[in-house]
């Protein structure tokens, strides 16, 4: 992608993009699942539904449901790859009873086409994932689509997590909802980019793209020129540092996995003046969504929080599930993967 940016051919991020049609073509053609698949639309937004083989019309029990907010570093990637993830998921997962019911027994919705920067930065798929979530949560509309409106997750892996994040936090705010999901489910996601210097995001083997890209990929997704000095977290003032502190509190992270812990001294150091005026987006609640007061935070729903014992994002998850479960009675649950990379090496 960096040699074709070079010679003009087209940017690098267009080529990342457009590469996962690759995967499309190595997907098997037909998967054996208790699952249909079903393209449409709800309220202009292209959308995926898997609703059990198993559902037809006649059908008077209504099904518990996921919004499910596909990955993809907020510009690329579609629900084709959830297809892949899913079917990964079931192997691994250790409940197969879990599995086994979950496909027969709910009515999953992905976010297919939820816009992409850097066509549409900030905050355009973000508002497509509302728009499409406060339907189905509608108890009207959901009854219309044979959901139960108190049984609807939401989750999302990566990208899709932080937008999963977003939409919990809005929908437990908003006093005028309808409804509300009733849990949420954080894949190895990111939830504040107040902090990239956490010791997850700067151990080398951890990292599957360079440090520089992660740069470009916050730029294309804000629409704002940042630099390399938002890693060194120069994109905050001292005032930011001991507002939002707390809330990426190093000492939460396992003592094991702090090998390159260090002391944060920069917290003294006041930030690059234009990078913050840049890159202050970065710190807004709906890209942010865990640096928010307490009292949006004691409103969440039940969580659910996987993580990747080698992968970056992994002190996300744990930051999360400490900091949380030391301030509030919510329920949260967290599992951690070692496994996965070595299962998805050899599977066939």
Same mark, same amino acid.
Request: hydrophobic share 45%.
């Given at each position: 992608d960096k040699i074709s940016e070079i010679l003009g051919f087209a940017p690098a991020w267009y080529i990342q993009r457009n590469s996962g049609y690759i995967l499309k073509k190595l997907k098997p053609t037909e998967i054996n699942v208790n699952l249909k698949i079903e393209d449409t639309t709800i309220e202009d937004i292209h959308v995926r539904i898997y609703p059990p083989l198993t559902l037809n019309d006649d059908n008077t029990e209504r099904l518990? /449901?996921?919004?499910?907010?596909?990955?993809?570093?907020?510009?690329?990637?579609? =629900?084709?790859?959830?297809?892949?993830?899913?079917?990964?998921?079931?192997f691994v997962c250790t409940n197969y009873h879990f599995t086994y019911a979950l496909s027969n027994n709910t009515w999953i919705g992905s976010s297919d086409r939820y816009r992409l920067a850097p066509e549409h930065p900030f905050s355009a798929g973000l508002d497509d994932c509302i728009k499409a979530t406060h339907y189905v949560l509608d108890r009207n509309n959901a009854e219309k689509l044979n959901i139960d409106s108190k049984r609807i997750a939401i989750a999302g892996d990566s990208a899709g997590g932080n937008l999963a994040a977003v939409v919990a936090i809005r929908f437990a705010k908003d006093a005028n909802s309808n409804n509300i999901p009733c849990i949420q489910v954080l894949i190895y996601s990111?939830?504040?980019?107040? +902090?990239?210097?956490?010791?997850?995001?700067?151990?080398?083997?951890?990292?599957?793209?360079? =440090? @520089?890209r992660a740069v470009q990929v916050l730029e294309l997704y804000i629409n704002k020129s940042i630099h390399g000095d938002v890693l060194v977290n120069k994109h905050s003032s001292i005032e930011q540092k001991k507002q939002y502190r707390r809330f990426v509190d190093w000492s939460l992270i396992p003592n094991k996995y702090r090998k390159v812990y260090k002391e944060q001294i920069i917290d003294n150091m006041d930030g690059n003046p234009q990078l913050i005026e840049n890159a202050k987006q970065l710190l807004h609640r709906d890209i942010?969504?865990?640096?928010? +007061?307490? @009292? +949006?935070?004691?409103?969440?729903?039940?969580t659910y929080?996987?993580?990747?014992?080698?992968?970056?994002?992994? +002190? @996300?998850?744990?930051?999360?599930? /400490?900091?949380? @479960?030391?301030l509030f009675e919510l329920d949260i649950a967290h599992e951690i993967l070692d496994g996965i990379a070595y299962y998805l090496k050899n599977s066939p």
């Open positions: 518990s /449901t996921i919004i499910f907010y596909h990955e993809g570093m907020f510009y690329m990637s579609s =629900s084709d790859e959830f297809v892949l993830i899913y079917f990964k998921f079931q990111t939830v504040r980019f107040f +902090d990239l210097m956490v010791p997850s995001y700067v151990t080398p083997p951890l990292h599957i793209f360079h =440090s @520089e942010s969504p865990l640096l928010v +007061d307490n @009292e +949006d935070l004691a409103k969440l729903p039940s929080i996987l993580t990747v014992d080698h992968d970056r994002l992994r +002190d @996300e998850g744990f930051l999360s599930l /400490t900091f949380l @479960e030391g």
